[in-house]
C-alpha cells in the first residue's frame, strides 16, 4: 500500500514534496498519523443526525459507509480535554488504540505511551505486516503547555 508522506510542522501535516512531487512511502505510520489527528477535534460523526441539524464533525466522514471508516480523531481530543497524570496514561492510550484499530486488518498493532517530561506524552506505535521485514513505527512527542506535536519520526 502506497501513501502520502506526511511531516508535523506544528500547523497539521504538511505533504513531504522532493522534486516538486509528493514523496510515497509504504509505511502505514503515515496512515496512524491521518487516524488520530485528521478529523474534527469538535465533534465525532453520528450515524444520523436530526433533520435540518448542523452537523459538527469531520467533512470526510460519510455516514452512509460503515463506522471503522471514519476518522474522528479520538487523541487529539483526549490530548486536548485532559490532565497528563500517570491516572490518565491508559485513557490516552485507548483513545490511540480505539483510533487505529481498523489498521488491524494489514497486521499487528501495538501502542506504548509515556511521560517524557512534565507536560509531555510520548506515543509509539508499531505495525507488523505479516508481508513487510521491516515493521512500521511512529513516534510521537505531544506537548499540552503547548496543545501540539512537537516532534513525529516514522520509522
Same mark, same amino acid.
Given at each position: 500500500?502506497?501513501?502520502?508522506? !506526511?511531516?508535523?510542522?506544528?500547523?497539521? #501535516?504538511?505533504?513531504?514534496?522532493?522534486?516538486?512531487?509528493?514523496?510515497?512511502?509504504?509505511? /502505514?505510520?503515515? !496512515?496512524? %498519523?491521518?487516524?488520530?489527528? #485528521?478529523?474534527? $477535534?469538535?465533534?465525532?460523526?453520528?450515524?444520523?443526525?436530526?433533520?435540518?441539524?448542523?452537523? %459538527?464533525?469531520?467533512? &470526510?466522514?460519510?455516514?452512509?459507509?460503515? +463506522?471503522?471508516?471514519?476518522?474522528? *480523531?479520538?487523541?487529539? =481530543?483526549?490530548?486536548?480535554?485532559?490532565?497528563?497524570?500517570?491516572?490518565?496514561? @491508559?485513557?490516552?492510550?485507548?483513545?490511540?488504540?480505539?483510533?487505529?484499530? +481498523?489498521?488491524?486488518? %494489514? &497486521?499487528?498493532?501495538?501502542?506504548?505511551?509515556? @511521560? $517524557? *517530561?512534565?507536560?509531555?506524552? =510520548?506515543?509509539?506505535?508499531?505495525?507488523?505486516?505479516? +508481508?513487510?521485514?521491516?515493521?512500521?513505527?511512529?513516534? /510521537?512527542?505531544?506537548?499540552?503547555?503547548?496543545?501540539?506535536?512537537?516532534?513525529?519520526?516514522? !520509522?
Amino acid at each position: 500500500m502506497l501513501n502520502n508522506t !506526511l511531516f508535523e510542522d506544528g500547523n497539521g #501535516g504538511q505533504l513531504v514534496l522532493r522534486n516538486n512531487e509528493i514523496l510515497q512511502t509504504r509505511s /502505514l505510520a503515515t !496512515l496512524a %498519523y491521518i487516524l488520530m489527528f #485528521g478529523g474534527n $477535534v469538535n465533534a465525532s460523526t453520528q450515524k444520523e443526525n436530526a433533520p435540518g441539524e448542523l452537523k %459538527y464533525d469531520w467533512w &470526510g466522514n460519510d455516514p452512509n459507509l460503515p +463506522s471503522e471508516t471514519w476518522i474522528n *480523531s479520538k487523541t487529539e =481530543k483526549t490530548l486536548r480535554g485532559i490532565e497528563l497524570t500517570s491516572s490518565t496514561r @491508559f485513557t490516552i492510550q485507548q483513545a490511540v488504540q480505539d483510533d487505529i484499530a +481498523s489498521l488491524s486488518q %494489514y &497486521g499487528e498493532t501495538s501502542v506504548d505511551v509515556s @511521560f $517524557v *517530561s512534565l507536560n509531555r506524552v =510520548k506515543i509509539v506505535i508499531t505495525i507488523s505486516e505479516p +508481508s513487510i521485514v521491516n515493521d512500521s513505527r511512529l513516534t /510521537l512527542v505531544w506537548d499540552a503547555t503547548r496543545n501540539e506535536i512537537i516532534e513525529k519520526n516514522i !520509522l
